[in-house]
């Protein structure tokens, strides 16, 4: 098993009702297996679905990237940011 930080920011954070999270994962799961489970645990991100983009460990990923996690490491969901 590995430990995984999950941080919510903007909307994402509205939507979950907490600005982080740790989620547990099985060995060798990816980012695309983390967001799975978010949106199980946190049904309300389905409205951002294919809507914002993932950091892990303060790096971008695009939407359709897909990383293998690490014990430790910090994901953080980034909804677009509006204003002007």
Do not use: C, W
């Not at 999270?21 to 980012?31: A, F, K, N, P, R």
Request: glycine content about 8%; charged content about 25%.
């Amino acid at each position: 098993m590995l430990e995984v930080r999950v941080l919510f920011f903007a909307r994402s954070r509205e939507l979950a009702g907490t600005n982080e999270t740790t989620v547990s994962l099985e060995d060798g799961s990816s980012t695309k297996t983390l967001l799975l489970l978010l949106f199980q645990q946190y049904p309300q991100l389905e409205e951002l679905r294919g809507n914002f983009v993932f950091s892990l460990n303060h790096e971008y990923l695009g939407t359709d990237e897909e990383q293998q996690l690490k014990a430790g490491d910090e994901v953080a969901v980034i909804p677009p940011i509006s204003g002007g």
